[in-house]
């Protein structure tokens, strides 16, 4: 295991869109193209499985130092209506592009913080999607939000839970607290455990925690500490997310601590190894990567009836063709094409006001990146991708199966003729494996570090 993860922890991407942000090309993007691509897709999904929605909600009222989210950090909370304000209008802008009755499926809030707005605000939020009555709340659908323990309210669950939503995801990351000094995020155990008992006793079926592994201080003794305080609580969903240490890109947030406080890649990789036998040994199942569920949630159903997808709001149980980010940076998908919003919240409100879509780049997919796209899918979501069919085919894979030929004799994956499998002991690799298909970072290799380590 140990000569495994020093060959195999290199930097690359998580693979929540292919091709990844970094290799979107610019030069094949422009408003009109993605606008375009996007009324296609509607038109092609929205009568038959809705679309989804993400909401980027960035304020936080103290930085918290693992983070790598855009975010803003403030006490004033007067910025709440304006923002809404502008997230509405940039909806509005939607709606007058899809022309007809919009069928929203999925509703995810997240951010920063979410709960940083009042449960007024909120209420206020999600009623303006649907006020003038274009948009619908599609039968099936599924709203979910992300909640911090310490500022989330009984009056936030009783709010968002009269609004549709049934999902919470609370970040709890550690409750060590050494660990939680050095990340600056304290918080106690009851506090998310009232939180949780609340949400439950109100009638959320599906709660979520979020926990890290890898940061500054963390050994297998607190980890486990943290898990099992954790299992008390039998949340529906655990994320298990490896810390993405890339101070490079956000700078002065994630240099709270010493590179020599985090724990090594050896060190690391056994927080992840022993945290996931102990997760499975309380009744919990592995989904994709970094994902644990109960077996009677929907997200393990979801991967068993192989219908869970992936996208930039991380695992869904299902999936809608078309998702529409709304709010600064936020990231949209047409299937056909991706885009991301203006980041910083000022020159946002700036591009709204100009009477156009706040975009800051994107990218169109080629027909050979729908290709890879969804063979990285398939191996993200479901372990397993085939190229039977011939729409699955491309002119590289020959040398793609070269390259993972070292893998399948390291245990990692079986090749057949026709597919993939990766083993249980390739689950720890899955993103060495998506590498292997990427044929645009593989075209052009990074002249600089751009990605977190893989372990």
Not at 112 to 137: C, M, S, W, Y
Not at 205 to 224: A, C, K, T
């Amino acid at each position: 295991m140990q000569n495994l993860i020093q060959k195999y922890n290199i930097p690359g991407p998580r693979y929540t869109s292919y091709p990844t942000v970094p290799y979107w090309d610019d030069s094949t993007f422009s408003p009109e193209a993605y606008l375009e691509s996007l009324s296609r897709s509607f038109k092609e999904s929205n009568t038959k499985e809705g679309i989804s929605i993400y909401i980027h909600l960035p304020f936080c009222e103290q930085l918290c130092t693992f983070c790598a989210c855009h975010k803003r950090i403030t006490k004033k909370h007067s910025v709440e209506e304006p923002y809404i304000e502008a997230v509405l209008k940039e909806w509005k802008l939607y709606l007058d592009l899809f022309k007809d009755v919009v069928n929203v499926k999925e509703i995810h809030l997240g951010g920063g913080t979410p709960t940083f707005f009042k449960p007024e605000n909120l209420r206020k939020l999600i009623e303006g999607l649907f006020a003038d009555g274009q948009a619908k709340v599609a039968p099936n659908h599924s709203f979910s939000f992300e909640g911090h323990p310490n500022n989330t309210t009984e009056d936030h669950l009783k709010t968002l839970y009269y609004l549709g939503f049934r999902r919470a995801s609370f970040g709890v990351q550690d409750y060590d607290p050494i660990v939680q000094k050095a990340i600056n995020r304290k918080q106690l155990f009851s506090d998310v455990e009232h939180i949780t008992n609340a949400a439950r006793d109100i009638g959320f079926d599906s709660i979520s925690h979020d926990l890290v592994f890898g940061l500054p201080f963390q050994n297998w003794e607190r980890m486990e500490y943290t898990i099992r305080k954790t299992i008390e609580l039998k949340p529906d969903r655990l994320a298990f997310y490896s810390y993405a240490h890339v101070p490079w890109i956000k700078g002065v947030g994630q240099r709270g601590f010493d590179e020599g406080d985090l724990p090594s890649g050896e060190e690391k990789r056994k927080l992840y190894e022993n945290g996931k036998l102990l997760l499975q040994e309380l009744g919990y199942v592995e989904v994709g990567m970094d994902h644990f569920s109960l077996p009677t949630d929907e997200l393990y159903q979801s991967m068993l009836n192989k219908k869970i997808h992936r996208n930039f709001m991380g695992y869904t149980s299902s999936s809608t063709q078309v998702m529409v980010g709304l709010g600064a940076s936020s990231i949209g998908d047409s299937w056909y094409g991706f885009v991301q919003n203006i980041k910083e919240v000022e020159a946002y409100y700036e591009g709204l006001a100009k009477g156009g879509f706040p975009f800051l780049r994107g990218h169109i997919l080629s027909d050979e990146d729908l290709i890879i796209r969804r063979h990285i899918l398939n191996i993200m979501c479901l372990l397993e991708t085939s190229w039977e069919q011939e729409s699955m085919q491309f002119p590289e894979l020959p040398q793609v199966l070269v390259r993972l030929e070292e893998m399948q004799s390291d245990g990692l994956l079986e090749i057949y003729p026709n597919g993939l499998k990766v083993t249980d002991a390739g689950r720890t690799y899955v993103r060495n494996i998506c590498m292997a298909f990427d044929l645009r970072m593989l075209r052009n290799q990074p002249e600089t570090r751009i990605f977190s380590m893989t372990v």
